[in-house]
């Protein structure tokens, strides 16, 4: 019992560090708690309280995406080393991924605001069908559609279910920020979300083989405004545009030294802007 109550009190004196640290902008006690938030539900206690402050020093902004952005990469390193153990930000993905709403309103505190040089015309996002059905959307998105299709063939994200890719056009009034070339959105804001693709789950497979993930190497990226224009005046066909994708495989190869399998109505496009299957 004893055990019991101190490992409570230990919790939430680190959520309450983690709140304090915020809103004083006391940048060293803010990160030494979020590194600290490592129990399951950890990141929805300390973003409930956030949220109902609703406020945050200006000085933790960038201390927030710095350190989620170092949590992502490490993240994705220990799987590329094969590791089975969670990554880093494993609790906040799974504490907020059935609370978008909650992940949004506590990322517009924590993150800074920024103008992006060129706003996407769209972007893009993979996740489970079921989701997207139910009218469930994320808050990563980006403007790559080969980048989405990865996700939308996780099996370690997706379980059994069947992938979809995504689409949201003039996303600009729900963008809360940018993490090297993902965008993180308020779903709530965004005004039309559209299938691309159903997507059946591959098994067998290891998350980067590149050659299970080129059905939407057609498909502009979401700064082409002329090549989306001309894919929606097409009825969003899946195969894309053959130009695009001619330029996009040519890319792919070159930066992965994956031969990719032509399509004889589309034999090679353009190359997807910000971060390339990074994840």
Same mark, same amino acid.
Not at 25 to 32: I, T
Not at 58 to 75: D, L, N, T, Y
Not at 154 to 176: T, W, Y
């Given at each position: &019992?004893?055990?019991?109550?101190?490992?409570?009190?230990?919790?939430?004196?680190?959520?309450?560090? /983690?709140?304090?640290?915020? +809103?004083?902008?006391?940048?060293?006690?803010?990160?030494?708690?979020?590194?600290?938030?490592?129990?399951?539900?950890?990141?929805?206690?300390?973003?409930?309280?956030?949220?109902?402050?609703?406020?945050?020093?200006?000085?933790?902004?960038?201390?927030?995406?710095?350190?989620?952005?170092? =949590?992502?990469?490490?993240?994705?390193?220990?799987?590329?080393?094969?590791?089975?153990?969670?990554?880093?930000?494993?609790?906040?993905?799974?504490?907020?991924?059935?609370?978008?709403?909650?992940?949004?309103?506590?990322?517009?505190?924590?993150?800074?605001?920024?103008?992006?040089?060129?706003?996407? /015309?769209?972007?893009?996002?993979?996740?489970?069908?079921?989701?997207?059905?139910?009218?469930?959307?994320?808050?990563?998105?980006?403007?790559?559609?080969?980048?989405?299709? =990865?996700?939308?063939?996780?099996?370690?994200?997706?379980?059994?279910?069947?992938?979809?890719?995504?689409?949201? /056009?003039?996303?600009?009034?729900?963008?809360?920020?940018?993490?090297?070339?993902?965008?993180?959105?308020?779903?709530?804001?965004?005004?039309?979300?559209?299938?691309?693709?159903?997507?059946?789950?591959?098994?067998?497979?290891?998350?980067?083989?590149?050659?299970?993930?080129?059905? &939407?190497?057609? +498909?502009?990226?979401? /700064?082409?405004?002329?090549?989306?224009?001309?894919?929606?005046?097409?009825? =969003?066909?899946?195969?894309?545009?053959?130009?695009?994708?001619?330029?996009?495989?040519?890319?792919?190869?070159?930066?992965?030294?994956?031969?990719?399998?032509?399509?004889?109505?589309?034999?090679? =496009?353009?190359?997807?802007?910000?971060?390339?299957?990074?994840?």
């Amino acid at each position: &019992m004893n055990a019991s109550v101190d490992e409570s009190f230990k919790r939430q004196s680190i959520v309450m560090d /983690f709140l304090t640290g915020a +809103i004083s902008g006391d940048e060293a006690r803010f990160s030494a708690a979020l590194a600290a938030l490592k129990w399951a539900g950890a990141f929805r206690e300390a973003f409930e309280k956030l949220v109902s402050v609703g406020a945050v020093h200006p000085r933790i902004r960038p201390v927030f995406r710095e350190c989620w952005r170092r =949590m992502k990469a490490e993240s994705y390193a220990r799987l590329d080393t094969g590791a089975q153990a969670p990554p880093p930000d494993w609790h906040l993905e799974r504490d907020l991924c059935d609370r978008p709403h909650l992940l949004a309103d506590g990322l517009k505190l924590l993150m800074p605001t920024s103008e992006p040089r060129q706003w996407p /015309f769209a972007l893009y996002r993979g996740q489970r069908l079921a989701d997207h059905q139910a009218g469930s959307h994320g808050v990563w998105w980006a403007p790559c559609p080969v980048y989405a299709e =990865m996700f939308a063939r996780m099996p370690s994200r997706l379980g059994s279910e069947a992938g979809a890719v995504v689409v949201a /056009f003039d996303p600009h009034a729900a963008i809360i920020g940018e993490i090297d070339g993902e965008y993180l959105v308020d779903p709530r804001l965004l005004e039309d979300v559209q299938l691309v693709a159903a997507l059946p789950l591959h098994r067998n497979h290891k998350v980067d083989d590149l050659k299970h993930a080129f059905a &939407m190497t057609g +498909i502009p990226d979401g /700064f082409d405004g002329d090549g989306l224009i001309e894919w929606l005046d097409l009825g =969003m066909p899946v195969g894309g545009l053959p130009a695009i994708r001619a330029r996009r495989v040519e890319f792919i190869e070159k930066v992965t030294l994956v031969r990719v399998p032509r399509q004889d109505e589309a034999p090679s =496009m353009s190359r997807c802007r910000g971060n390339v299957m990074r994840n």
